[in-house]
C-alpha cells in the first residue's frame, strides 16, 4: 500500500542501497543502532547480575578489602534458607503483599467504577484521589508518622472519637498487633488512586455497544457486572496486581520512615533486612545470595502470573 | 586612545588575577572536605573553621550528612575508597575498621612532630574516639567532639509546690534530681499521665528507635549500672556470663519497665530527634538525650532560661556509667589532601582554638578547656558534663562493629518494646548472636 512520497521514494530503493553508504551492510547498520542499547542493558542489568550470582558464592565482604576471598559454595544459601529470623521477614513481606493487593484492588476497582459513572466534576475528583501517589513515599511515611501519632495524631483522634477511648492509649506504629497494618493502611492510602487509574482504563475500553446490546436482552445490571464489566477489566486488573505487587515486595521507603522495620522485627520486610545485610553489616557475599533468592523468587512467580495474564487476555 | 587604556587595564586586571593564582597556588591553598553528621555542632564548626580558612589559606567545604543516613553514606565512602572527605569526622564505634581496613591515617609521628600530646586530652575520649587497639597508644583520630548520654528535666516543674508535696505523701522524699535509675523510674512514673497546665504530659522520653543505633544507646545505660560487661576483663571475646549476667538481666528488665510506665505512648521508635522534639514541646519531665543538645535547650524560648536542669545518669545498683557518644577526626587515607587536613587538625588542636570550640557550643575534649576553674559554671549544663564524661563506657569498636550492634538493635527492641520473650531469653540470644560473629571474625 503506498500512501505518500515517501513510501513511493522508499518503494523505488533498490535492494541492498546501504551497502553503497561507506560500504556497510544493512546488517552492520542494525548492529550500529542495536549496539548502544545493548551495551548499556549488558552493563547496567546482566554483568551486575552475573557478578552478584558469583559474589553469592563467597565470603568476600566489601569493607574488608585486605581479606581473602574465599570460595564457599552453598554455605549463604543455606545459611539464608535456614534463618528463622529470613523466613520472619518473608512472613512480613507476604502479609504486607496480600493485604496491599487485596484492598487496593477492591477499593481501588471500586472508585474506578464509580469515576467512571459520568457525573458532573468527575474529573475533579480523579485529580484530587490520584493525589497520594504523586507524592514521594518517604514524605509520605513522614505524614503518617503524624497521623498516627497517639497524642496529637488525627487517625488515633478518629479512631478513638467512634470508639470513645483515650486517644493515646494505643499507638498503632509502637504496638506488635497494629504496626503490620499502620503501613498496610499507609500503602493503600498511597497507592490505591495508582490502581484505580489502570481499572479505569480497563473500563473505558469496553464498548458502550456491548452493555446497549446487554440492555435490549433485559440483562440486570448486576448480570451486567459479572458478565461484561468485570471479564473485561480483568487482565486490567491482573496488571495492577503484578506493578503493585512487584513495587511492594521492594518496598523499602515508606516502611522505614514508618516504623524502621519494628517495633522488634514485626515490619522488618525482605528489602529491609537485604539492605541491612549488605550496607550495614557489609556482608557482600551473604547479601548477593539473599538477593538472588529474592529474585529468583519474584521472577519465578512474576513469569507464572504473566502466563496466566496472557490466557486471560487471550479468551 | 580610550580604547586603548581600557583594554590595557583589563589585560592588567586579567594578569593581576592570574598572578594572585599563581601566589595561593605556589602556598598550596587547598580545598578541603570536611565530613561529619548534620547535627547543631556541625553549625559551630562551620562558624569555627573561618578562622581556619583566613590564617591558611586553605578553603573548607563540608558534606554533613544526617544521624540517621551518617553510617551508611560514610562507611560507603570509606569502603569505596571514595575521595569526597579529607577530613573524617567518623563515629567512635568506627575508629577499630577505620584502623583495621586504612581508612585512617595513623597519627602518631605527626603528633610526635607536632607537640601534641593525648595526655592532653580527657582520658576516656582518647580510648573512645581515638585508639586502636583500645588502651594502646596507637592513634588513629584527635578526639574532636566529646559527648555523653544525660538528662535533662523540667524543673520549673519539678519545683511546684503542689508537686513537690504530692510527691512527698507517695513517695516519703523530695521530688529532686534522682539519686539512683530507681528513683528516676518513680520520678517518670509519677509524671506519667498527669495534667500540666491543661495539657497531658508523660515521664520521659528515652532512646527506643530500632533502625540504626538508638535503643541501644539507651539500654546501655541501664544495662551497665547493673552490672553488664561487654566481656570478661581477664580474657577477652569471653563474653558468656558478662554480656548475660544476673545484674545484666535485672538492667534491661528496668529498662523495659521504665518505657512501660514512664514514656509517651507511641515513643516506639525515638531517638535524639524525637526526644529534643518532646521534651520542646513540653510532653515530657524528663529526656534522656546526648550532651550535644544542651546548648540548644538552654537557648530555647519554652523550657531554656532556668526552666530546665541537668543531671548525670543516676547510679544503678553496679556502679555509676553513662554511654560515650562523640567522634574524633581523623584524616581519610585515600585523600590526596593530606598535608593541609593535617594541618587542620594541627590548628584545631590548639588550646585558643579549643576554647572558642566550647564557646560555639561545641564540646572540646581539651583538659587546658574542660579543667578551668571556671568551666563548670561556665554554662548551666558545664558541671552535669564533666560529671558524664568522668564515667563513660562505649559500645564495641570492632571492625565488625555493625555486626555486633544489629543484633542487639534486634534483641533489645523486640524484648523492650515488642515485648517478646523475657530479658534473659533476650540476652542471651544476643551473646549467641556475638559469639557467632566473634567466630566469624576468627576472634574466638
Known sequence: ?315 | MRSNLMMTAAAGAILATGMTTAVVADGHATDLTLCWAAWDPANSLIELSKDFEEQSGHTMNFEFVPWTSFADRMLNELNSRGQLCDLMIGDSQWIGGGAENGHYVKLNDFFDANGISMDDFLPATVTGYAEWPKNTPNYYALPAYADVVGWTYRKDWFERPELQAEFMDTFGRVLDVPASLAELKDIAEFFQGRDIDGTMVYGAAIYTERGSEGITMGVTNALYNYGFQYQNPDQPYDIEGFVNSAGAVEGLQFYKDLYDVGTPPGSSNWYMGENIDAYRSGQVAMQMNFAFIWPGVEADENVGGGNSGYFANPPGPAGQFAQLGGQGISVVAYSEKQDAALEYIQWFAQPEVQQRWWDLGGASALRAVVEQPDFATSQPYAQTFLDSMAIVKDFWAEPAYADLLIPMQERMHNFVIAGEGTAQEALDGLVRDWIEVFEDEGKI
Request: charged share 15%; hydrophobic share 50%; with cysteine.
Open chain 1, 1 to 315: 500500500m503506498i500512501h505518500s512520497p515517501m513510501d513511493r521514494a522508499a518503494a523505488k530503493t533498490p535492494d541492498g542501497v546501504a551497502k553503497r553508504i561507506r560500504g556497510l551492510s544493512d546488517r552492520t547498520i542494525a548492529w550500529i543502532f542495536v549496539a548502544p542499547t545493548l551495551f548499556l542493558l549488558l552493563a547496567v542489568n546482566i554483568f551486575p547480575l552475573i557478578w552478584t550470582i558469583r559474589l553469592s558464592f563467597t565470603n568476600f565482604r566489601v569493607n574488608r578489602p585486605n581479606n581473602d576471598v574465599e570460595w564457599v559454595g552453598l554455605r549463604n544459601y543455606q545459611r539464608i534458607l535456614n534463618d528463622p529470623d529470613v523466613w520472619a521477614t518473608m512472613q512480613a513481606t507476604a502479609h504486607f503483599l496480600i493485604w496491599t493487593i487485596v484492598l487496593q484492588v477492591l477499593i481501588g476497582f471500586t472508585l474506578a467504577y464509580l469515576i467512571n459513572k459520568k457525573f458532573k466534576g468527575n474529573d475533579l475528583w480523579t485529580t484530587i484521589i490520584v493525589f497520594p501517589m504523586m507524592l514521594s513515599p518517604a514524605v509520605v511515611g513522614n505524614f503518617w508518622t503524624f497521623l498516627y501519632q497517639p497524642q496529637i495524631g488525627l487517625f488515633n483522634y478518629a479512631v478513638t472519637f467512634f470508639t470513645g477511648g483515650d486517644p493515646a492509649s494505643f499507638s498503632m506504629i509502637g504496638d506488635v498487633h497494629l504496626a503490620p497494618w499502620a503501613i498496610v493502611i499507609a500503602d493503600t492510602w498511597m497507592w490505591t488512586p495508582f490502581v484505580m487509574l489502570i481499572c479505569l482504563a480497563g473500563l473505558r475500553s469496553i464498548p458502550d455497544s456491548i452493555y446497549e446490546a446487554a440492555e435490549c436482552d433485559r440483562a440486570s445490571k448486576w448480570r451486567q457486572f459479572w458478565t461484561i464489566t468485570i471479564p473485561m477489566a480483568l487482565p486490567f486488573l491482573m496488571l495492577a496486581v503484578l506493578f503493585r505487587g512487584i513495587e511492594n515486595f521492594k518496598m523499602f521507603d515508606l516502611v522505614v520512615q514508618l516504623t524502621g522495620g519494628g517495633p522488634g522485627n514485626t515490619t522488618t520486610l525482605t528489602s529491609i533486612d537485604l539492605k541491612r545485610e549488605a550496607f550495614e553489616k557489609w556482608r557482600t557475599g551473604y547479601s548477593s545470595a539473599y538477593a538472588v533468592i529474592l529474585f529468583v523468587t519474584v521472577f519465578g512467580l512474576a513469569s507464572i502470573y504473566v502466563k496466566a495474564l496472557n490466557k486471560v487476555k487471550e479468551r
